[in-house]
């Protein structure tokens, strides 16, 4: 009914990135997995007090997976999760954002293990610079079996709700560099897209993962990739 118009987020941004990266040959429709509806036994597990998310679902559920590490770099302090896993040694949590916005929950706070909290207007060197030696750091404090990864593009400048002034190639860097330095401690990575309250960020998203599967950091085949294997480093050789 044209309710989505009314908002600033855009709702059809996820079928935007499909249509780019099918127009550039990367995704088919064979490719793609269609959820299907959650049985009963699922919507238990998700909604119980015990299993407080997806993630301790996977804990209980995938064998291996005992210590994991959520790399939270949305605009906004990632309040939801912090409070889940509240006291859970198992999970680590990194969190960038802008300090002056929304949320600012103080008792979430508590639960995050590597805090960088961000001025308004951040640009691409001292974000990337942050966000790079924060990381270094964080895998080394918590050597994770799995790297959840909140790739939020509500950090892109212009973005009102996000305050945050990354340009669309900071933000291509930013996904490149979080990538190499994972997949550089043979970790499995997740990246979910979240925020970006602008019509480009579908294209900006598109672009970021094709430069991934362009160098070899996604795919069918992904090679172990170093942290530092790049023309242009993104990390100086050590991180104090």
């Not at 639960?111 to 964080?138: C, F, H, M, S």
Request: hydrophobic share 35%; with cysteine.
């Amino acid at each position: 009914m044209g309710l989505e118009k009314l908002h600033p987020f855009d709702a059809g941004k996820w079928g935007k990135v499909i249509s780019f990266l099918k127009e550039e040959k990367l995704l088919s429709d064979g490719m793609l997995v269609e959820a299907r509806e959650a049985s009963d036994e699922d919507l238990l597990v998700v909604h119980t007090r015990r299993y407080l998310n997806e993630l301790k679902f996977l804990f209980e559920r995938v064998e291996g997976i005992s210590r994991a590490t959520i790399v939270d770099l949305d605009a906004h302090q990632g309040n939801g999760h912090e409070r889940d896993f509240m006291g859970d040694k198992r999970v680590y949590i990194m969190d960038v954002y802008n300090r002056h916005i929304y949320p600012g929950d103080r008792f979430a706070k508590q639960a995050i293990r590597r805090k960088v909290e961000l001025e308004w207007g951040t640009e691409d060197d001292e974000y990337l610079d942050k966000v790079g030696r924060n990381l270094q750091k964080a895998l080394q404090e918590h050597p994770p079996d799995v790297v959840v990864y909140n790739a939020g593009t509500d950090i892109l400048e212009g973005d009102r709700l996000g305050g945050l002034s990354i340009s669309p190639q900071g933000i291509v860097k930013r996904d490149e560099l979080v990538f190499r330095v994972v997949r550089g401690r043979q970790v499995p990575i997740l990246m979910v897209t979240s925020g970006g309250y602008q019509k480009r960020t579908a294209r900006i998203i598109a672009d970021s993962i094709l430069n991934l599967y362009s160098l070899g950091l996604i795919g069918s085949e992904c090679p172990s990739v170093l942290a530092q294997n790049s023309d242009t480093p993104l990390l100086p050789p050590e991180v104090s």
